[in-house]
Every structure is written in C-alpha cells, then in structure tokens.
C-alpha cells in the first residue's frame, strides 16, 4: 500500500473530500442541491424579511381564511432577469416545498386528463399509456409556472398587462381550488371563469418601452372594484378581436369542456353518473330494480357520501373537495334511480373530477 493510500485511510470524511477534489475529483454537493430550493430569494422573502425593497405583487392562498399578501422581488433578482421576472423568482415556490416534498402527480389524473386532450384533437401524436407520472414528478419537482393572462397590453392600459403565475401541473397534483383567483378573472371578463389550483401569484407586466415589470399593490389592485378591473373586460374584448382580425380566426379555440358541465353527464366505473354547475353537483345512480325509499340510507360528510340499499353499500366516493352536508339531499328520480344533490362548500369552483 502507498503512502497516499495509507494517508487516505487515516482521513476524516471533509479531509478526504478536500483530497479528492485538489486531484482534480468533480464531488456534486447534493446537500447543497437540495436545499438550493429552500434557498431560494423566494422563500427568503416569505421568510418575513419585510424591508426588502423591489416590485411588489400579491400571493393569493387558495385557503379563503388567509389573508391575500403582498410579495417584493428584491431588485438585485429582477435586475438579473430581462423582461418578466415573475416566473423565474416564483418557480421555487411551486417545485420542491421548504420540507423538502412537493405533492405528487396523481398518475389515474394524468391519463384521464390526456385521454381528454387527445379527444380535443390538441395532442395529436400523444400516446396516453405512455405518459409517466414518474415523470412528471421529476420535473415538477424543479417548478413548473404557468402563466395566464387577466388583462392584455393595449393602449388603454399603456401597454401593461395583468398575469396569474400558477402551478402548471396544480390540477394533477390534485391542489385544491382558489376561488378567488377565479373570482378575478371572471371580473375581468371571463366566462366561464377559468379554475385556478393551489396557490396563485398576480403581478403586472408593462410591455413597452420595453418589458419590465410593475407594482401590483395589494388592496389597491386586487379589490373588485379596483381601476384597471374595471377596465379589464373592455380590454380583452378588444384584443380578442384584433386577434382574430389579425389571424383571420372566424372562432375562438374552445378549451376543453369541464367533467359533467352544460348538463353533459359523467359516467363512472361504480354505476353513477354525475353533472355540475358553479354551485352544485348531481349525483344519479341507477338500480337493477324499483328503489324502495325505505331501504334507502344516504351518509353526507363534507368530504365524501356513502349510499346503502337494504343494507348493501351501493356507492361510497371520496369527493374531489368538500361540499356543504346541511345543503346537501337526495331524492328518487323516477322508480328506478336515487338522485344525490351535493352543495359546493366553495361555490363557483368547478371539478375536474368529483372523485379524489
């Protein structure tokens, strides 16, 4: 044995990474790698350092009790970022968690939802057995921002325009819906409102002289009533049409329809079919035989129900999110079906699915 080996053995784990590395030995840091996101200026901020100084925008919690809060982009990462800072600084936030997890993909979610799109025509060379909720996981552990548009650049706005920055893949993830993000773009003139999941970032981009971003201050902006909100329905009705003007689109593209929406049912494995609207879900199932409404016995809890007939469990579903028990009833739709009708606990949010 050599003597560098001899010494090798007599070396203590830092010592011993010091000696391999001033031999020209590349070590990853992968402590350091998995904290790079805990790290973030994002989470530093969050953290409740108050006196930083940059542009401001709002964090809105899908959970209604929170209040919405105001965020500040330290200057020195908005200076580093040409055009639209927003994504890169808030990516973190929707990628690995400070605990080190992020909530993963919902692999029956993920088919159904390319199942869907290939019907659409939208993903034409997308083979759905082949998507790898493995995957996906992989990279949405690295972030993944969507952005979408409440109000366009125009003129009238000097050319700024107002965006939500999302989780891309929120809905796989199975994040619960924010309501007020909706609320927000329905205002602006959405309808229907798009669904917003999990928690969602609102900034301002001004596209002219060149792209920068803009405060968006809490209260001032996010208030229903608030100047550019107002304005914002006019606005996307003008950009739609020169869109189309410009494009020669004769029609919009439609998004794909929402699970059980305009009166068109959902069918589902367990023998029930089910429709919704902002406000309510109806739940139908059928029987081989003319229900007797004594036999009937209906359990409501916020999130999921269960049905038995004489005894026998015939429908026990974990919902997609809670429903208000006290409005919820049930009823026989003709001899041979029960009909459940369940209270949204948030209105106006629509399901992907009404099963978790």
């Known amino acids: 044995m050599s ?22 030995v590349q070590i990853e840091d992968f ?33 209604s009790s929170l209040p919405i809060r105001s965020v500040r982009i ?13 994504p890169d600084f808030v990516k973190p936030y929707f990628g690995t968690s400070k605990g ?5 993909i919902d692999a029956a979610l993920l088919k159904d939802q390319a199942k869907k799109q290939l019907a659409g025509g939208d993903l034409d060379s997308l083979d759905p057995s082949k998507v790898s909720a493995d995957a996906m996981n992989s990279v949405a ?34 994040l619960p819906i924010n309501v007020r993000a909706g609320a927000m773009a329905e205002a602006c003139g959405y309808s229907p409102a798009p669904t917003f999941y999990g928690d969602v970032f609102v900034g301002r981009v001004r596209t002219r002289p060149a792209m920068t971003n803009v405060d968006f201050v809490v209260g001032t902006d996010t208030d229903r009533g608030s100047e550019w909100m107002l304005r914002a329905v006019s606005e996307n009705l003008a950009w739609q049409q020169e869109m189309k003007r ?11 329809a929402v699970a059980g929406a305009d009166g068109r049912a959902e069918k589902e494995s367990e023998g029930f079919s089910w429709t ?9 199932i059928d029987f081989d035989v003319d229900v007797n409404k004594r036999l009937v016995k209906v359990v ?57």
């Not at 410009?246 to 794909?256: D, I, M, N």
């Open 141 to 174: 552990a690295q972030g993944s921002v969507e952005t979408f548009p409440l109000v366009h650049p125009a003129d009238t706005n000097h050319y700024t325009g107002v965006y939500v920055y999302l989780d891309e893949v929120g809905l796989l993830r199975r």
């Open 31 to 63: 402590k350091k790698k998995q904290d790079s996101g805990v790290t973030a200026p994002i989470w530093k901020v969050l953290e409740g350092d108050d006196d930083v100084e940059g542009m401001e925008m709002a964090l809105i919690p899908h959970d």
């Open 3 to 24: 003597s560098e080996e001899q010494k090798g053995d007599d070396m203590s784990p830092k010592e011993r990474e010091e000696w391999l590395r001033s031999h020209g």
């Open 100 to 104: 080190g997890k992020s909530p993963a």
């Open 276 to 284: 919704q609207d902002e406000d309510e879900i109806e739940l139908v």
């Open 300 to 356: 409501f809890l916020p999130s999921s129900i269960r049905v038995t007939y004489d005894g026998e469990i015939v429908a026990s579903v974990k919902l997609f999110a809670k429903i208000d028990v006290d409005g919820c009833t049930w009823t026989l739709g003709g001899k041979d079906q029960l009909v459940l009708t369940l209270e949204k606990a948030e209105a106006g949010a629509m399901w992907p699915r009404i099963k978790v």
């Open 74 to 86: 330290p200057a020195s990462v908005a200076d580093a970022v040409p055009g639209d800072a927003i």
């Open 246 to 256: 410009v494009t020669g689109e004769k029609e919009g593209k439609s998004q794909p």
